[in-house]
């Protein structure tokens, strides 16, 4: 089974980004990256301050053997904060809350203050989805998160979005929103 088939069969479709997507990425930027083999596929871009991991995914039968684990510490040994997007916890989905324990044992943080709705150009569904981070140095807080989810968008989810959609995402500002909480915000 190849990469994207692996992806597929675990992905729902409004979190996809087309075959043709990615392989322009890895093909037109080199600050994108594919890891893979029979048992994982990792997509992730990696920029000079941070690492955006665009998809991870272990097949369920290799599960548990600490592969997932592994293909994060291999990130983590850059010495780069490390971000990615995650489902919002659904309790009919057991996934959901097993993926957030998992980043949890990692020491990924949740950016409260982050909201962000992707919007799918393939199934034109929006999705809410929490933004995890990992620290590398203790000197992030959620403002430099929310700039770097910026970044990440315009430089990957809508890149070449025309060419390869026929359509547009929204702007950055419009679906990654830096939101007041009952804390500071620069803490």
Known sequence: MNWYDMLKEYFPEEELK????????LAEKDYYYLDCSEQHVLLYAEFPNFIF??????????????????????LKEKGKTIILEAEQQDPNDPDTSKRLRFYSREAFNKADCIQYTKHS????????LDILYWDSN???????????????YEEVHTFKE?????DY?????????????GRDLLS
């Open 53 to 74: 991991v665009d998809y991870m995914y272990v097949r369920g039968t290799k599960r548990h053997r600490g592969i997932g684990k592994q293909l994060i510490h291999k």
């Open 138 to 152: 203790g000197e992030e807080n959620e403002v430099s998160i929310y700039m770097k989810m910026i970044q990440m």
């Open 162 to 166: 025309f060419e390869l959609y026929n």
């Open 121 to 128: 150009l393939i199934t034109g569904e929006k999705v809410n």
């Open 169 to 181: 995402h929204p702007k950055a500002h419009d679906v990654i929103h830096l939101v007041k909480t």
């Open 18 to 25: 087309t075959k043709q997507h990615l392989d322009t990425l």
